[in-house]
């Protein structure tokens, strides 16, 4: 289940909506968007197949976790103007490659 799942967090943005358009639509990847509760019905229209609320989720590592199994996202991307915390890599599976741009 998790070879084609992929995190996206700040996914209701400019860039991250567009991310998850790419990776749901055009490259068959199952999406799991985060963001403010607020962009849910944008991050679902784009092509997310879940989405958790920020501000609305106790623990979004967990709730992520809950959906792939125990076993995290294969890829992850972070697009957001804030700093984020690095534990939210998390979300990801102990084989997700990890960059910072």
Known sequence: ??????????????LGHLAVQIAARAMGYRVIGI???SKKDLVTKSGAEHFFG????DDVVKAV?????????????????????????NISSPDCQQSRY
Request: hydrophobic share 50%; proline share 2%; with cysteine.
């Open 65 to 89: 976790m809950g959906v792939t199994g125990g076993v995290g996202a294969r890829a992850a991307i972070v697009v957001v103007s804030i700093n984020v915390p690095l534990s939210i890599c």
């Open 35 to 37: 963001d403010h509760s």
């Open 1 to 14: 289940m998790v070879a084609n799942v992929f995190s996206n967090l700040g996914a209701g943005g400019g």
């Open 54 to 57: 920020i501000d609305t989720e």
